[in-house]
């Protein structure tokens, strides 16, 4: 089965656990904590259909399929009403068998696979949430994404899979260095940084990116914290790193440049800062849309994820997801053999002739956490996907209105994928790259509190459910 076929089935299962959450934590007498742990149990039964033991996945599709489907057809008119809020009254006649009911099936199918498949592999399927990260970009919109990590951290929830674009990427590379988020790690990274160690105006040859005003040297500004020497060659690849690590970055298609590639480095002066002169803006504006205009320009590359990209650099993925075409350029010159050789690989079989930033067409990519999700990438498909959006549309910022317009197309698409999408409302500015400590610690403060409301639900989702006897 498709796994465009498999979100179609799971879910519907997967927005009435979410509404019944939501219903409990507005409405504390919906449900009781026994009540609770059984219904969303059950769901959890209803989704299974592969687990993953030793590295192994399991097929059990067919022993659960007739629960789900008279679970579906009794719960959903309850736990989804076409109007008002879920209603005690109508769960009650569901949850007087639906306990023994659950457990029946899960013990069949603890029998059916008992030769492949321990009891605790299915009931650690059941009862546990994996946390899936994925953060968009935005230049410095995305810095409030470190406020949601230190609440994830304080509420000891550390995620299993990062997913990130931009400056989200970046900001994914940081988290997944540290076994927990340590906020003074960060802050004391980002006092060490300058616009000189990330950025120069050296005209120079390209070779995998499309030339810009600014270079982007991101080994030489955060390389010594991943471990990169003196020349530059070593540093982690993606499938190295303690997280697992997805990094989206937009391919052009050979052919397809909409213009000579020599026009993007003359497209802005010398300073980004320019974007602010209303005489560059719409020129600017006018040549990112064309990007996007056409479909067959651009191709959705997921690095970490796509087969042939587990071995690449790190910090080289963020570094082409953070390329934004005549802004920032991004490009290996080191000697690194082993890197040319990837890239040129990969690049050639899929008729990519560029990278540039994976926000012109997969700015939020939930859909990529899904897909890694269940292709068995974490070892589990019970997992809570959520999406931080740091550009969304703000009418306080009209300036940048048009390209938050042109991003929203790609979120939209993304977000049926995501089980919770946070837009925010009040950031750093987009231009806000290299922020002082100050404004970096009032981006955290703006994430946490924004976040402040959606912890409860995400907390809820969460925690371990309690074992049923």
Do not use: C
């Amino acid at each position: 089965m498709r796994l465009t076929e498999r979100f179609s089935i799971t879910r519907p299962l997967e927005e009435m656990e979410l509404a019944l959450v939501r219903g409990a934590i507005e409405n504390p007498r919906l449900v009781d904590a026994h009540e609770e742990a059984v219904l969303r149990t059950a769901l959890s039964l209803a989704r299974m259909y592969r687990v993953r033991h030793e590295g192994r996945d399991v097929g059990v599709q067919t022993a659960v399929e007739p629960f789900r489907d008279d679970l579906f057809r009794r719960l959903k008119p309850v736990l989804l009403p076409e109007k008002g809020p879920i209603r005690r009254e109508t769960l009650l006649p569901h949850l007087r068998d639906l306990k023994e009911r659950t457990l029946n099936t899960r013990d069949q199918v603890v029998q059916r696979f008992a030769d492949r498949l321990p009891f605790e592999a299915i009931d650690r399927e059941l009862r546990e949430k994996a946390l899936v990260l994925v953060m968009g970009g935005g230049g410095g919109t995305a810095y409030v994404y470190l406020g949601v990590m230190a609440l994830l951290d304080e509420y000891g929830l550390q995620p299993k899979l990062l997913v990130g674009t931009s400056m989200g990427s970046i900001l994914a590379l940081f988290r997944s260095r540290m076994p927990r988020f340590e906020q003074e790690d960060v802050v004391g990274i980002v006092r060490s940084l300058s616009w000189r160690k990330l950025f120069r105006t050296l005209s120079t040859e390209n070779r995998y990116g499309v030339p810009a005003a600014l270079r982007l040297y991101l080994r030489s500004g955060i390389g010594r914290y991943f471990g990169v020497d003196s020349r530059g060659t070593q540093g982690p690849k993606l499938n190295e790193l303690p997280i697992k690590t997805i990094i989206s970055v937009s391919g052009v298609r050979k052919g397809k440049l909409p213009h000579p590639i020599e026009f993007y480095e003359k497209l802005i002066a010398l300073s980004p800062r320019w974007l602010l002169n209303p005489l560059i803006l719409p020129r600017w504006f006018s040549a990112i849309a064309e990007f996007t205009a056409r479909p067959d320009i651009l191709t959705r590359v997921h690095l970490g994820a796509d087969a042939g990209t587990q071995d690449f650099d790190a910090l080289d993925a963020a570094g082409f997801s953070s390329a934004l075409p005549g802004i920032i350029h991004y490009d290996v010159f080191r000697d690194d053999p082993r890197m040319h050789s990837l890239l040129t690989q990969y690049m050639g079989d899929h008729g990519i002739a560029r990278f540039i930033d994976g926000g012109l067409v997969d700015n939020v990519p939930s859909r990529a956490a899904w897909r890694a999700v269940h292709k068995g990438e974490i070892g589990t498909r019970n997992a809570f996907i959520f999406a931080l959006n740091g550009f969304s549309m703000k009418l306080t910022t009209p300036i940048w209105l048009a390209l938050e317009r042109l991003a929203e197309i790609n979120v939209a698409r993304n977000r049926p994928w995501a089980h919770l999408q946070h837009d925010f409302k009040r950031t750093l500015g987009p231009l806000v790259i290299v922020p002082t400590v100050e404004q970096l610690l009032h981006a955290v403060q703006l994430g946490r509190k924004a976040l402040a409301w959606d912890m409860h639900l995400v907390a809820r989702m969460l925690a371990p459910l309690p074992a049923l006897r």
